[in-house]
């Protein structure tokens, strides 16, 4: 069964601690992603990584940090100096295909920080 | 930077009643994609628009791509309680690159 998965579903931590979201996919996509989803705001790209061992900014990365050791996982750490840390985050992965690069979504983490 | 609007924000119509969101970007695109939300879910991937003008249908949608690649709409006949949902454009600015730009979306509600 070929997916995104995200884990945990919920995550709560005490500010100033830092944290990190799994995201694993089995789709032999080559690109993935991490967004941000806050009421109103639409989807906000944190980091995205084209290739293995390659990641690029988004709009917001200052207080983020990914990796992408391994072309199934791309894990994103959000640190103490992200000022605003509670939200929905979303992962996702895509390949190009028939001249598509459809985005392929994960189930999300909602991070709760107080 | 770049920006991609979306209106309107939210959206309640009777069941039957038709429904449409705009998107309009601040930049040429080179593709438009759409998706859509269920409450407590995630965006699932509509349909791509690429070409200048370009429509296309899926059964009660129907997507249209402008003439100038910068704004797009997505149109529902007669809406249905399964329609509900937040949906979403999101504009591709190069051809290779798969960085997308999303929306605020347009949540839509249907009482029956």
């Known amino acids: 069964d070929g997916g995104i998965t995200q884990s945990p579903k919920y995550l709560f931590r005490k500010e100033g601690q830092n944290v990190t979201l799994s995201c694993e996919q089995n789709?032999?996509?080559?690109?993935m992603y991490w967004y941000r989803q806050d009421p109103g705001q639409g989807l906000r790209l944190i980091y995205y990584s084209q290739i293995v061992n390659d990641f690029q900014k988004g709009d917001i990365a200052e207080g983020y940090s990914v990796s992408r050791e391994k072309k199934e996982s791309f894990p994103l750490t959000v640190t103490s100096a992200q000022k605003n840390p509670t939200a929905f985050y979303l992962c996702?992965?895509?390949?190009?295909?028939?001249?598509?690069?459809?985005?392929?979504f994960g189930p999300g983490t909602r991070l709760t920080v107080t | 930077g770049q920006q991609v609007m979306q209106i309107p924000q939210y959206q309640h119509v009777q069941e039957g009643e038709d429904f449409t969101t705009y998107c309009n970007s601040s930049t040429t695109l080179s593709n438009i994609q759409w998706y859509k939300q269920r409450p407590g879910g995630h965006p699932v991937f509509l349909i791509q628009?690429?070409?200048?003008?370009e429509v296309k249908k899926q059964k009660r949608l129907t997507f249209q791509f402008g003439e100038a690649k910068k704004n797009s709409s997505l149109h529902i006949t007669a809406t249905q309680t399964t329609d509900v949902g937040t949906y979403f454009c999101a504009g591709g600015l190069t051809q290779a690159g798969t960085a997308l730009i999303f929306g605020k979306g347009t949540t839509l509600s249907v009482s029956s």
């Open positions: 996702a992965s895509s390949i190009y295909l028939a001249g598509i690069y459809e985005q392929y």
């Open positions: 628009l690429v070409k200048s003008g």
């Open positions: 789709l032999n996509h080559d690109a």
